[in-house]
């Protein structure tokens, strides 16, 4: 059984910087694609990023594009989200998600992944 446990949320001020960890335990992260979400108040869960099998190629969401890092250690069996110059509209809750095969096409959907994490609030004050 795959378990992901995000950790590293909190509350922040505008243009703060947070390191979000997701630790996966039950199998290697080697052998997943993992991803982040966030789902804001009243509205649905929404890609953030992405990372490949072996940590050499990743995606992000436009609105991220420049403030967000994805990285995996495979040897720590982690992945983290970076992110600086922190906004109010990037409240949320922070969920990451793993998946052994994504494509392109399908990558950004929430359906596309197989396990997830029950989420991080991460909450930014203007």
């Known amino acids: 059984q795959v378990q992901l446990v995000e950790s590293g949320g909190g509350l922040v ?13 039950g ?10 979400f966030r789902q804001a108040p009243g509205k649905e869960r929404a890609f953030v990023a992405r990372i490949n099998l ?12 420049g ?13 983290y989200l970076q992110i600086n110059s922190l906004k109010p509209e990037d409240t949320a809750v922070y969920y990451c ?3 052994r095969t994504l ?9 596309s992944y197989t396990y997830w994490g029950q989420g991080t ?5 203007s």
């Open 54 to 65: 072996s940590g050499g190629t990743t995606y992000y969401a436009d609105s991220v594009k």
């Open 27 to 36: 199998r290697t992260v080697a052998v997943y694609n993992m991803g982040w």
């Open 121 to 125: 609030q991460v909450t930014v004050s």
């Open 13 to 25: 001020q505008t243009g703060d910087s947070l390191k979000l960890s997701c630790a996966v335990s």
């Open 97 to 99: 998600a793993a998946a």
């Open 67 to 79: 403030r967000f890092t994805i990285s995996k250690d495979n040897t720590e069996n982690t992945v």
């Open 103 to 111: 494509s392109i096409a399908t990558y950004k959907a929430m359906g």
